[in-house]
């Protein structure tokens, strides 16, 4: 694929993703986003196929970005509280974010394709707890944390994140609902040096 269509292409998922954000998924159509590209239909499908194909692609890149900004910020000499505060700020910020936020879209989609084996919000789940379990054994080793379950905590803080994505959307979440969580999180692991 030359230049001119990679950035088409990447034109095409930007305005896609604000589709999603202001649809969800399943209200969505082919149609919708030809609209929102001021692109003929023939355009659009010579670039994707299905809206399927369409949120996946986004769902792709918003993970490689977070990946990206994330691992972008650690350096050498960070310690594994450190860099678990950092990744619990970044979850912070995504989960007051208001706007611009694709969680209806992603809850939707995946309630109608649960069933497949190669879910992907299941492995971005299983990958988020395989990090983290990495981060908590790091820092038991350094003498930071203390855990007998360095698995059990990581998916207990993934499945706190999840709780709290769809609380955002569905009852609503403060700050202050989130900072609790977060504290809790890390007096959970972290050794008191006093």
Same mark, same amino acid.
């Given at each position: ?25 399943? /209200?969505?159509?082919?149609? @919708? ?5 001021? #692109? =003929? ?9 299905? %809206? ?14 977070? @990946?990206?900004?994330?691992? /972008? ?44 084996? /190669? ?6 789940? @299983?990958?988020?707890?395989?990090? #983290? ?21 990581? =998916? ?11 609380? =955002?959307? %569905? ?7 989130? @900072?609790?969580?977060?504290?809790? #999180?890390?007096?959970?692991?972290? #050794?008191?040096?006093?």
């Amino acid at each position: 694929m030359g230049e001119k269509s990679l950035q088409k292409k990447q034109y095409i998922l930007e305005k896609a993703r604000e589709v999603f954000v202001e649809k969800g998924f399943k /209200n969505v159509t082919m149609k @919708d986003i030809v609209e929102a590209c001021e #692109i =003929s239909r023939g355009g659009l499908y010579l670039y994707f196929s299905s %809206t399927e194909e369409i949120l996946l692609e986004v769902l792709k890149a918003e993970a490689d970005e977070a @990946d990206d900004v994330f691992t /972008n910020r650690i350096t050498e000499e960070d310690t594994a509280a450190y860099i678990l505060t950092l990744f619990l700020k970044e979850q912070k910020k995504e989960l007051l974010r208001k706007k611009n936020n694709l969680t209806v879209a992603i809850y939707e989609y995946f309630f109608l394709h649960k069933a497949e084996k /190669n879910n992907m919000l299941r492995r971005q789940f @299983d990958a988020g707890v395989k990090v #983290i379990e990495k981060l908590i054994e790091s820092g038991i080793a350094s003498g930071e944390f203390y855990c007998e379950n360095p698995k059990g905590a990581a =998916s207990n803080i993934m499945y706190v994140l999840e709780g709290l994505k769809i609380n =955002s959307q %569905t009852m609503g979440i403060t700050e202050k609902m989130v @900072d609790e969580q977060m504290l809790y #999180i890390m007096e959970g692991l972290i #050794i008191d040096m006093e």
